[in-house]
């Protein structure tokens, strides 16, 4: 479990429900069916259309990954990682780490290294790799795009329901009875737009966004380690270059 996200979605809904109670008038007063209907139902239907329907499955496992933290070594770990590989291969030769690699948890450092024990040649393996990591770069690009649109359509429609309150409003200020309603859709719907695009669909773009820039940056370091590996670099080559990626602190 990700803390900082489940904190930050705590926090954010916890405060507006604080705000709510304090402020006496009961949740009841901020349910509003056809605000629901245009806000909840016109992002969903915005959404559909711009995004294709393989898209729009996995949306739901994106989601857990902003819950989940990164599953991947953390830079100095996968640093360290490498250099042992590097040190075992140099002095047992490759094919004595085939079945530890083979047990490796991390599928794309399992991938990467299991191009080493097949032979491949550094500039071949870099290749390879870097188009699997675009891939899947461009899979985790549009996972974002769509919390994206989530977040911008559903402020849209928000200021669409209150468009469409506003003009019931003054289209029946003769009829009192008719006023409360058509306000109460111009109000919610502006208020179900900010918390959809603020407290959900902002806070899991973002997060998603920080954890794709770290696993693309463990990838990357992995496919330079394994491609240098692969080219007969000494360990002390390997061990400052890699080291080089991390803060002074770190190293």
């Given at each position: 479990m990700d803390k900082t996200t489940a904190g930050g979605f705590a926090g954010v809904w916890g405060?507006?429900?604080?705000?709510?109670?304090?402020?006496?008038?009961?949740?009841?007063?901020?349910i509003d069916i056809p605000s629901v209907i245009i806000v909840f139902g016109g992002t969903a239907a915005v959404t559909a259309g711009q995004y294709e329907g393989a898209d729009l499955k996995r949306f739901g496992k994106a989601i857990g990954v902003a819950f989940n933290e990164v599953k991947v070594e953390s830079v100095?770990?996968?640093?360290?990682?490498?250099?042992?590989?590097?040190?075992e291969i140099k002095k047992n030769g490759v094919m004595s780490m085939e079945?530890?690699?083979?047990?490796?948890?991390?599928?794309?450092f399992k991938e990467a290294f299991a191009l080493l024990v097949d032979n491949v040649k550094p500039e071949v393996l870099t290749e390879l790799m870097e188009i699997k990591l675009e891939h899947m770069e461009n899979?985790?690009?549009t996972m974002t795009a769509i919390l994206g649109s989530i977040g911008g359509s559903a402020g849209a429609m928000g200021m669409i329901g209150t468009l469409i309150g506003l003009v019931a409003m003054l289209a029946n200020l003769s009829d009192p009875?008719?006023?409360?309603?058509?306000?109460?859709?111009?109000?919610?719907?502006?208020?179900y737009g900010a918390l959809i695009g603020t407290g959900f669909a902002g806070i899991l773009e973002n997060?998603?966004?920080?954890?794709?820039?770290?696993?693309?940056?463990?990838?990357?370091?992995t496919i330079q380690g394994a491609a240098m590996i692969a080219a007969g670099e000494s360990i002390g080559n390997i061990k400052m270059k890699l080291n080089s990626i991390l803060p002074p602190e770190q190293e």
């Open positions: 405060l507006v429900a604080l705000a709510i109670v304090l402020g006496g008038a009961g949740f009841g007063a901020y100095p770990e996968l640093i360290e990682k490498i250099i042992y590989y590097s040190a079945q530890k690699i083979m047990d490796e948890k991390n599928p794309f899979r985790h690009k009875s008719a006023v409360g309603p058509a306000m109460a859709v111009a109000l919610l719907t502006t208020l997060k998603l966004g920080e954890k794709n820039a770290v696993e693309m940056v463990a990838h990357q370091i």
